[in-house]
């Protein structure tokens, strides 16, 4: 989703740095504390990311994020308010002090880590603008798409990804844009486009939207890289680098083999020294972060760790069914990477 | 002598009554008539069916998952599982009652000013006007008399829309009849004032108002101080309409001749009780249909607070939408919102026909 993207926030974003200066480092933390949760803005409703359910609780992805920070710096991820905020108003949100973390699907780019003052903590979910066709048309690579007629959501970035793609690769094809994701399933269903492009995240949630699923398939081809991850305001490392490493705790935990279940009884009595200490059973590496010792305990304990979130909210189990891909881990053939706790 | 006896008047012709010469004069009175009547059965034809089997004869009414949706008609299922958010959205389900009590108490409470025989309208409506609000308001974000506070972020559904529709023409009929006297005063000044904030107000786009009352407004502020999103979307949302509800005022206003204004001064009342008594009461029966046509848009206008991220009854349905285990039934969830939009909005077109017929003083052309 990189209608975000918009000039109108980068012009805010402007007004909002000439407006107001930048906060001492430590003052987020800080402000957390005396207020006793943490402030999380999250997405308007994205399926897998952040979306409410029945009862108005926010779950994804996304959300999770925000879990687990109030776990690492509480104790308790329940400890955590969400702001729902549309692309437009997310950035003046972070700005202006409304939330402490924006985990709400935002992609990594120079313009937005440089020059916003705002820097991003990492990378939760590798996206990236892919193609959805039917089988039927027997398509079995974008290369093939000469000629193609293609749907695309209008105001996003994924009109600009396609054009260059294409241009790029010399072939032809005819856009037709659309307002909303539902227009544009419905579009693919009746035939009017040949290829849905979207956000691969969010190709698997259109897929489910169409009668029959099954008929349609995502291509394997990436066109763009959007690392989407959390974001803090700058000038503050001290809650910079807490965002930062409960994330890295989470991939460190699935690669150690740490899982919400197992989790306090490795505390007790693991003998891997790099389980130690990245549950606190040796050294005092929380104490840096100004965090309790247990942390990464209280991370994966309430809210899993990231193999554990991303299934639960994305994965096989899910209407979405996403593949691990880009985000399995190093060792599994993805590219997600935390350095060591120690 | 015999009596002459009329014999009974025949009946008319066949073809001159019942269905099929209403048909033939209304349906079939030349060719070109008789081919637009068979091009409407045609589209009727098209459109009806499929409408009645989507809608009710194949639709899933019972169960409680997306799975339970298996006939090709609408999934009613969808809309009867969230009914609860898109009625109150996140206010928490034990605390619902709250909500539901305001609604009896405007309802009981103003059911009096609809009785004709009551005698004392004018104090009490003014009485209940004070007192309400402050009782709403008091019940619905709680936080005193033992209530638990429940944050505005929470407040969505329709319980937002008409929330932000009462309080928007509550707040904009008195500012809007304001401002129009104050464009016809004869103190310059006052005249600037009103004449510069309606051209202003009128001349902005809605949704530019509440964008930067949430975009740009909080920039401004210091650090930290928090101004309600609701409160400031509301403020806008009234000095926005004002505008609108002056403007139709004041065309009652001119309506008025001359000789009543004179009429008045001659009976030696003032300013105000000229206005309050002879003047203003024959303005706004002239305008009602037109503050009734701006309440009507600000009712619909609402739904614009999505681009503030609250979550009105439209924004409830399409974040509804959006959860996976219920994706693909936003067609469904719009329908939905559609009617109630409707029923509201006919709601108050009837009314207002209702108060201009019971007012009509015999002007009516």
């Known amino acids: ?342 | 002598m015999t009596t002459h006896v009329f014999k009974p008047d025949m009946p008319p012709p066949g073809n001159r009554i019942g269905i099929v010469a209403w048909a033939r004069a209304n349906l079939f009175s030349s060719w070109l008539n008789t081919l637009l009547t068979l091009f409407a059965f045609y589209l009727i034809w098209l459109i009806v069916p499929p409408l009645l089997s989507w809608t009710i004869l194949d639709a899933n009414w019972v169960g409680s998952t997306r799975a339970d949706c298996t006939k090709d008609g609408a999934c009613w299922v969808f809309i009867q599982q969230r009914f609860g958010q898109f009625m109150y959205g996140y206010y928490p389900t034990e605390l619902r009652w709250r909500v539901d009590l305001s609604v009896w108490l405007a309802v009981i409470g103003a059911a009096p000013l609809f009785i004709s025989r009551f005698k004392h309208k004018a104090i009490y409506g003014l009485g209940f006007l004070v007192v309400y609000p402050i009782l709403a308001y008091s019940l619905l974000h709680g936080g005193h008399w033992g209530l638990t506070n429940v944050a505005t972020s929470q407040w969505g559904g329709l319980m937002l829309t008409l929330v932000i529709a009462t309080v928007g023409i509550a707040g904009a009929l008195p500012l809007g009849i304001l401002l129009a006297l104050g464009r016809r005063s004869d103190m310059p000044a006052i005249r600037v004032v009103c004449v510069t904030f309606i051209e202003f107000w009128r001349g902005v786009p809605l949704i530019t108002v509440l964008f930067m009352s949430s975009v740009m407004l909080p920039l401004f502020l210091p650090e930290g101080m928090n101004f309600d999103k609701l409160l400031r979307a509301l403020i806008g949302v009234i000095l926005f309409q004002s505008a609108y509800v002056a403007e139709v005022v004041r065309g009652g206003l001119q309506a008025i001749p001359k000789g009543q204004y004179e009429a008045a001064a001659a009976m030696g009342l003032g300013y105000w009780r000229s206005m309050g008594l002879v003047i203003l009461p024959q303005a706004l029966k002239l305008v009602i249909p037109g503050i009734v046509n701006t309440f009507i848009a600000l009712f619909k206008d609402t739904s614009l607070v999505i681009i503030i991220g609250l979550f009105d009854l439209l924004n409830s349905v399409k974040q509804a939408a959006a959860d996976p285990t219920w994706l693909g039934m936003a067609t469904e969830g719009y329908v939905f919102a559609a009617l109630v939009f409707w029923i509201f909005c006919f709601g108050m077109s009837r009314y207002s026909m209702h108060l201009e017929h019971k007012l009509d003083t015999g002007h009516k052309r």
Not at chain 1, 62 to 70: L, P, Q
Not at chain 1, 93 to 102: F, K, N, R
Not at chain 1, 256 to 265: C, E, L, Q, R
Not at chain 1, 323 to 341: C, E, K, T
Request: aromatic residues 8%; glycine residues 10%.
């Open chain 1, 1 to 342: 989703m990189k209608q975000l993207k918009s000039t109108l926030a980068l012009a805010t974003a402007a007004i909002v740095l000439s407006v107001s200066g930048f906060a001492h480092a430590g003052a987020t933390l800080d402000g957390v504390k005396k207020k006793g949760f943490v402030q999380c803005g999250v997405s308007d409703g994205l399926p897998g990311f952040s979306v409410p359910d029945k009862n108005g609780k926010i779950l994804g992805i996304d959300a999770d994020i925000c879990r687990a920070v109030a776990a690492a710096v509480f104790g308790d991820a329940t400890k955590v308010k969400f702001s729902q905020l549309n692309a437009k108003e997310r950035f003046t949100a972070l700005q202006s002090g409304e939330v402490d973390v924006l985990s709400r699907n935002t992609t990594w780019t120079s313009s937005r880590d440089a020059g916003m003052g705002m820097v991003f903590a990492g990378v939760t979910y590798y996206d990236g603008v892919g193609f959805l066709v039917n089988n039927k048309l027997g398509v079995k690579s974008a290369k093939e798409l000469d000629g193609a007629t293609i749907c695309i959501q209008a105001g996003t970035t994924t009109e600009l990804n396609v054009s260059d793609y294409f241009r790029a690769n010399n072939l032809k094809y005819t856009p037709i844009t659309f307002d909303t994701s539902d227009e544009s399933a419905k579009s693919l269903e009746s035939g009017r486009c040949d290829v849905l492009t979207s956000d691969k995240s969010q190709l698997y949630a259109q897929r489910t939207k169409l009668a029959n699923p099954n008929d349609y398939v995502v291509l394997p081809e990436t066109i763009s890289k959007e690392p989407l991850g959390p974001v803090v305001r700058k000038g503050d490392e001290d809650w910079f680098s807490i965002v930062k490493w409960t994330l890295f705790a989470m991939l460190n935990a699935e690669e150690a083999g740490i899982t919400s279940k197992n989790v306090v009884a490795e505390a007790k009595s693991t003998k891997n020294p790099d389980v130690a200490r990245l549950l606190g059973a040796d050294g005092e590496y929380g104490k840096d972060l100004k965090l309790p010792k247990d942390w990464v305990v209280q991370i994966v304990s309430q809210v899993g760790n990231y193999g554990e979130v991303f299934e639960k909210n994305l994965g096989k189990s899910t209407p979405l069914a996403i593949d691990r891909g880009l985000n399995a881990l190093w060792n599994n053939g993805g590219i997600q990477y935390a350095p060591p706790v120690r």
